[in-house]
């Protein structure tokens, strides 16, 4: 049964630190989203990659994130000074192709900035 | 700004009735849509899609409908079951682009 896995599944940390999650995608899949879930703002994509090359990393606040894939199985996403504000879930999903449909998400990250 | 808006953050229902999630839209040009559910701990799954050449689409237990002229769709559950209590996005998007996602509607179907 192929899942994304995503590590870690918590964290806590404080404002300032830098937090770096990370993301197996399912092997065979060439293309990876990073999406944040918060209450207010719902489901947001903040980056994704095919082949392992960005193609659009514009939802991402760029002064502070990062969002890498150092090998087909693994994408990493990155802050660097955390805030508050950047409490929220993150997940990944990865698909066969763009589709949306065809992606397949991660358990989350469910991350807390004090 | 939300282009994407899920104004009931709940909804309860009880089993066997029909379940009516509603998500509303601003931008025209979004001509594909899609509904995810999710499970608490769980990542959102696809659960069923729409193209804006149809106002209707069928699978099961799941039906969206789609009204263009008042950018408005809503996915119903019929029979509703306790299994289908999740939380329920939809998503919008222009061909091409990146899709935008509501903040969900927490479904909870009573015994």
């Known amino acids: 049964d192929a899942r994304v896995t995503q590590t870690p599944r918590h964290k806590v940390t404080e404002m300032g630190q830098e937090v770096t999650m990370r993301c197996q995608p399912i092997?065979?899949?060439?293309?990876v989203f990073w999406y944040r879930q918060t209450m207010m703002q719902g489901l947001e994509l903040l980056a994704y990659f095919r082949n392992r090359a960005p193609l659009d990393d514009s939802g991402m606040p760029k002064d502070r994130f990062s969002a890498e894939m150092p090998d087909a199985t693994l994408a990493t996403l990155k802050i660097q000074p955390s805030e508050p504000r950047d409490s929220a879930v993150y997940f990944c999903?990865?698909?066969?192709?763009?589709?949306?449909?065809?992606?397949?998400f991660g358990p989350g990250t469910r991350l807390l900035v004090l | 700004d939300q282009q994407v808006k899920q104004n009931s953050p709940s909804l309860s229902v009880q089993e066997g009735r029909i379940s009516i999630l509603n998500c509303d839209y601003t931008?025209?040009?979004?001509?594909?849509f899609l509904w995810y559910k999710k499970y608490p701990a769980e990542g959102p799954t696809f659960l069923i899609s729409?193209?804006?050449?149809?106002d209707k689409n069928e699978d099961g237990r799941f039906t969206v409908f789609l009204n263009k002229s008042a950018k408005h769709l809503s996915l119903h559950i019929v029979p509703s079951q306790p299994g289908d209590s999740a939380v329920y996005f939809c998503a919008a998007s222009a061909t091409g682009n990146q899709f935008y996602f509501g903040t969900g509607t927490s479904l909870t179907v009573i015994p």
């Open positions: 999903a990865s698909g066969p192709s763009l589709l949306q449909e065809t992606q397949y």
């Open positions: 729409i193209s804006s050449i149809k």
């Open positions: 092997l065979g899949h060439n293309t």
């Open positions: 931008n025209s040009m979004f001509d594909y």
